[in-house]
């Protein structure tokens, strides 16, 4: 099982760390504002996680091999190489980021419930759903915000709202399916949220003037 989480927390690192740093690249910062663009990505949802749990300080001070994976895929997006294939393909760009985006995405929300019903003291339904919603998007939240964008979870493809259906399901599965079936189940549901919701255009209502 810790094999397991540990892939699990590679994917979604990998994921929302070359996220960040696809931002950074179309926001053209240098390679220093790149790599703390993928960093926050990759370890805020996290942070503010253990933050909520009383764990302090945070994993991601504690255990630095996150970041140093955070860091490295960051700077690989920088490469010379790497940034022409991307900006000089929007459609690859758009692609990439969103498969990244969502993978993450999916990936962080269960590894939310799955250390909230590890480390909280009552791990009560709401807590487990909430904090897996908070790890899911936290990242992505603080990377909009430092790229100055409307963060993703406000405007675009019930973002926020597939988080919460994975994070719901995995919650709910985890007592009689086990937890890495309710991992694996509640991932699933979160990518393919997003990829439906891509494919078919699906919006919650905005508000309009």
Request: proline share 3%; charged share 10%; net charge positive.
């Amino acid at each position: 099982m810790d094999t397991f989480i540990l892939i699990v927390n590679l994917i979604g690192t990998v994921a929302f760390a070359a996220s960040g740093a696809m931002i950074g690249l179309r926001k053209n910062m240098d390679i220093f504002g790149m790599c703390i663009l993928g960093l926050t990505t990759a370890t805020g949802g996290g942070v503010i996680r253990d933050l909520i749990l009383g764990l302090t300080p945070p994993m991601a001070f504690r255990d630095p091999t996150s970041a140093t994976v955070a860091l490295v895929v960051s700077a690989v997006f920088f490469a010379r190489r790497v940034r022409r294939l991307l900006m000089h393909n929007p459609e690859h760009y758009r692609i990439l980021l969103f498969w990244m985006d969502a993978l993450g995405l999916g990936a962080f929300t269960v590894i939310g419930v799955e250390l909230a019903y590890q480390r909280a003291m009552e791990p009560t339904f709401f807590l487990l759903v909430f904090v897996g919603v908070v790890t899911g998007v936290g990242g992505g939240v603080i990377r909009d915000l430092l790229a100055q964008e409307v963060p993703y979870i406000f405007v675009k493809h019930v973002y926020a709202c597939a988080s919460l259906a994975g994070a719901m399901l995995c919650a709910g599965l985890w007592r009689w399916a086990g937890s890495m079936a309710a991992m694996l189940a509640g991932m699933a549901t979160v990518v393919l949220i997003r990829v439906l919701a891509a494919h078919y255009h699906w919006n919650l209502p905005k508000a309009k003037q």
